[in-house]
């Protein structure tokens, strides 16, 4: 074998070295140019406390879980709108409750401004309203080639009305 960096023969076995990110087999001469890989020490069996031998343990792997996120409606600015009005509150006094100003009402009631999350949670709350759905976040690993067959767009999109 010969080394990867200068070309001399390797009598013996070549030094693995890490040299800018890559592995390379090389002489005892050339491993100062980088740091030596040495190989990884594997433990197949290791021994109990009751002095039996038993298989390492593997790492087991945790089933992959849904990212639940949450998208605000739609009509968002018209359901605000009714409920204050609905409630008999005037602008201001609707800032006032969820401490907002004003215009952040107001655009938020023009459709000008979604509220995020924390607005619209604290907006539900106190107006006894619904403006944010649940939505699955569907992996990949369910639509796999071959699992679709017979489908149509339409089990597969969901479709806001």
């Not at 009402?105 to 907006?123: F, Q, S, W």
Request: proline share 5%; hydrophobic share 30%.
């Amino acid at each position: 074998m010969r080394c990867e960096i200068c070309g001399k023969k390797i009598i013996g076995q070549p030094n693995t070295t890490k040299i800018d990110g890559s592995a390379m087999k090389v002489c005892e001469n050339c491993s100062k140019f980088g740091k030596i890989q040495r190989p990884p020490s594997k433990p197949t069996h290791s021994i109990g406390q009751q002095g039996g031998v038993r298989k390492a343990k593997t790492p087991q792997r945790r089933p992959r879980r849904r990212e639940t996120t949450y998208e605000l409606l739609e009509d968002y600015n018209t359901i605000v709108r009714q409920a204050r009005e609905k409630k008999g509150w005037s602008r201001e006094d609707f800032g006032a409750k969820i401490n907002e100003k004003v215009s952040v009402v107001t655009r938020i009631e023009t459709g000008h401004m979604p509220p995020d999350i924390k607005l619209a949670r604290k907006i539900e709350k106190i107006m006894g309203i619904v403006l944010i759905e649940k939505v699955e976040d569907t992996s990949s690993e369910e639509f796999k080639a071959g699992s679709l067959k017979g489908s149509t767009i339409g089990d597969i999109a969901r479709i806001k009305k």
